[in-house]
């Protein structure tokens, strides 16, 4: 929906499905026009969310950065370092999935 008109509109899925892991509720996006026709969406760059579930921490035998498998807030899931926990804030780049920071 256009915060400005309200006007609303349909983007077929498979041309955001890749974005989508990082759509919350309310979130706002740039949307791209083809002939007065929305086409694809803008994520910002970076985009903060919650943890709603990551495993315990494990360390083992790495002499390299250890990372696990944690779901955020909108149920997309990605790998952040062993030391995230539920609760925390994390920054992610959504142009490709990573891990970023922890937000303060």
């Known amino acids: ?45 970076k985009m903060t969310f919650e943890v709603i579930n990551a495993p315990p921490a494990v360390r083992g035998n790495s002499a390299g950065a250890i990372t696990k498998t944690v779901k955020i807030s909108t149920g997309k899931e990605l790998s952040a370092p062993i030391f995230i926990k539920i609760g925390d804030k994390i920054v992610v780049d959504t142009r490709n999935g990573s891990y970023v920071e922890r937000a303060n």
């Open 1 to 45: 929906m256009d915060s400005l008109t309200y006007e609303q509109f349909e983007i077929p899925l498979t041309q955001i499905k890749e974005q989508l892991g990082f759509m919350a509720e309310n979130s706002e996006v740039e949307i791209d026009y083809f002939r007065e026709t929305p086409i694809s969406i803008e994520l910002p760059i």
